[in-house]
């Protein structure tokens, strides 16, 4: 074997081995913040500025250490600003890591999920079985790898979060507005969410990743609508520089991500 075909080799080998896959979701979030998001403090879906560490106790509770959103250049105001217990709702102010594509997307059809009880390893030690969720991430590897697969993780605020749940995305009737001037609507009685329209590509190219990479379920009717996004918003520099960051950091990135930065770059 020639020195040249030895020195591409040794070169490989080296970028997977400091290539590592997330251990678990608590890592993916810190690997994150710390290789992805530690120059891009804006959240996903309404553009809020944010800090990781909030040094200058905003909100006055003594954490220095939380993540601190300011609203004020997004003009994003709560639906819920106060809980039914009648206290300020932390959500608000704070950041959440988002599944873009809900985890019950990627493993709500295991059995795991759907039958908690046939497996005495999700029994807990208070006799109750833990949730179905937590059940298929602790026995089912892949739905793990797809759980903390950083494609599919983005910084939101944290009642946002909370407020689509497993909701599936589709086009909201009405421009329902919730939020002030950020652009997502939610209907509850349809359980479904619309994004703003500057992020739909990105959420069509992350639902093709999921579906290719960790068997995600989904309808045609949606798939169709994903298609759409995907040409109706192209990659900008920064769905490219993301995609770099998460493939250096735990070795897969998203083909789809790759492919449009190579033929239409930004």
């Not at 403090?41 to 601190?68: A, I, L, Q, R, S």
């Not at 250049?73 to 608000?92: E, L, S, W």
Request: charged residues 30%.
């Amino acid at each position: 074997m020639n020195r040249f075909l030895l020195f591409v080799l040794s070169a490989l080998l080296s970028a997977t081995a400091l290539a590592d896959y997330p251990t678990s979701f608590s890592n993916a979030k810190s690997k994150a913040e710390k290789a992805v998001y530690f120059d891009k403090h804006t959240t996903f879906y309404c553009g809020c500025d944010y800090v990781f560490d909030d040094t200058k106790d905003k909100d006055g509770d003594g954490n220095t250490h939380e993540t601190m959103i300011y609203p004020e250049n997004c003009g994003y105001k709560p639906r819920n600003p106060i809980t039914k217990k009648g206290k300020p709702n932390a959500r608000v102010s704070r950041i959440e890591w988002e599944h873009i594509v809900p985890a019950h997307v990627i493993g709500g059809h295991l059995d795991e999920w759907k039958n908690k009880r046939n497996y005495p390893e999700c029994k807990k030690s208070n006799g109750k079985f833990m949730s179905g969720r937590d059940c298929a991430y602790k026995l089912n590897q892949a739905f793990k790898k797809g759980h903390d697969d950083m494609n599919n993780l983005t910084p939101a605020v944290g009642e946002l979060n909370g407020d689509r749940s497993n909701f599936a995305f589709a086009v909201v009737q009405g421009e329902q507005r919730s939020y002030g001037q950020c652009d997502f609507e939610i209907d509850f009685d349809k359980d479904v969410a619309e994004p703003p329209d500057n992020v739909k590509g990105n959420i069509a190219r992350t639902y093709f990743h999921m579906i290719k990479e960790h068997n995600a379920q989904i309808p045609d009717t949606e798939l169709t609508m994903y298609l759409y996004w995907d040409k109706l918003d192209p990659v900008d520099e920064w769905e490219c520089l993301r995609n770099k960051r998460i493939e250096t950091e735990q070795g897969l990135g998203n083909s789809f991500v790759d492919e449009a930065c190579k033929v239409n770059p930004p």
